[in-house]
Structures are given as structure tokens and as C-alpha cells.
């Protein structure tokens, strides 16, 4: 194809847009609304994964130092625990503040007047990277001279995996099916227009246009429509983010049941990337598929 027919026929996939101006825009609006739920779904999941992730590091590893050993050397075994692979943090707790937090655990108890700090160990409060890894990870610190004991909230741990494999698997799983609604209704729409336009197709068919010729504006048309609805969706996302997070923030007692959702700025590259792609993909590959029942003339 020449320079000349290359600029030619973009010119008309532009020109097409403002010409069937209903249908371009409820090709925009269709996608937005599409990428809008698949968007706002994404960032959900995304919150979710977070707070589960939050709840895991949460989930704490105690490890209780020999007796026999004096503070200085219960100490010095804080650096072999951060070397262990997997250890996000380790820290120290000594026998005068176990005894504090124990008393006041159990303020009001007259069972415990009469224990002591000496009667207590020193210990670390060890944090793990990925608590899925909690049982091997348990293994190389009670190799640690010194180590006397370990407490280690194993099913807890399970459950935090299972739960973010749970969620990782509904969201790849409705994400996909939102995205594949999302093309189906953007194809549909597109075919709207191209049943507008059979018969201008089967008249540049018969006067012996290519394939690629007839085919090329529609492509520019779909990536421009696609491209258009998918800038929108994510400013509106972008703004009904943000507003849910000042009603959150507002709302003190309902952010404490369901946590701290992330600024989105943290999530403004992947949303561009993913928006971007989708609204690059359901245009083209829509306008694509639609118009090859209309070549057959």
C-alpha cells in the first residue's frame, strides 16, 4: 500500500467518527462502561490482596532465646535471624518488657502477682516476607545457636495463602469474563455500524478495493473509538476512587471493618497500562471480527 493511500485512508477512518456521530459515541460509551466496571473490579481485587498481605504480615513469629543466655548475647542472635532468608524483621523483646506486656495482658489477675522477669525469656518478634513459607522458614531459625524455642501460628498462615489464592483466581477469573462481555457488546455495537455501511462496503468491493483498503478505516475508527472510551473510563475511575476514599476516610467506623484502601497513584501505572491495552484491544480486534461478515460480497 502507498504512502499516499496509507495517509488517505486514515484521514477516513477519522473523518468516519464524526460522520456517524450517534454511533461513535455509543461505541464510546458502551466501552467506558465496559472498562469501568473492569477497572473499578480490578481495584477492588487489588485493595483486597493488600489488606489480606497486611493481615499475613501480621501474623507473627515468636522465638524464645536459651535462659541461660544474658541480654547482650540474646541480642547478638538478631543478626543471624535477619540473615535467614525470608526474614522481613526481627525484634527484640527482653525479659523486663515481656513481663510488662504479660502484666498488662492480664491486669486485674492476681494469679500472675507473683511472677517475674527471670521467669521469662528473651525474645524476638520475627515478621516473615511470605508467610507461605513459614514451615521452612521456622526449620532454619531453630538451627540458630541459642534458639530455644519457636511459636509459629501455622494454620493461620494457611489460611492467609489459601485466601490469596482464592482471591487471585476470582479475579483473573472475572476480570477475563468481564473483559470478553466487554467485547462482545463493543463487537455488537460496531456491527450497528457497519450494517449502516453494507452497502457503501459492497460498492467499494465491487469497483475492486482490497480487503485491507476497505478494512483499514474501520481499524482506525475502532482504535480511535477504543482509545477515546478508555482515556474517559480511567479519569472517571480515577475520580470515583478518590471519592469512595474521602468517604472512607470520613466514615471511621466503616474503615475499620474493611481496612485502608491504597492512594491511587499507587495504582496510576498498571490502571494505564491495563486501560490502555484494553481499550487497544476491544477497539481493533472489535472492528476487526465485525467487519468480515460485510467483506464476503
Known sequence: MRINNFGYLLKEGIRSIFLRGFMSFAAVCVTVACL??????????????????????????????????????????????????????????????ALENFLSDHQGDDAFNGVEAEDLRHRFVVTLEDNSLMEQTVKEISQIEGVAKIKAAYEMAQGFAAIQDVLHVASVAVIAVLLLVSLLIISNTVKLAMYDRRDEISIMKMVGATNGFIRLPFIVEGFTLGMIGAAAAFGLLWLLYDWVLSKLDAATILKLFIGSFVPFQELLVPMVVTFASAGLFVGIVGSWTSIRKFLDV
Request: aromatic share 10%.
Open 36 to 97: 469501568l466496571i473492569v477497572g473499578s473490579f480490578s481495584c477492588l481485587a487489588y485493595n483486597f490482596n493488600v489488606m489480606v498481605e497486611d493481615l499475613n504480615k501480621s501474623n507473627e513469629i515468636m522465638v524464645y532465646i536459651d535462659s541461660k543466655l544474658p541480654e547482650a548475647e540474646a541480642k547478638s542472635i538478631g543478626t543471624k535471624l535477619n540473615r535467614v532468608d525470608n526474614v522481613y524483621s526481627a525484634q527484640f523483646v527482653s525479659r523486663e518488657d
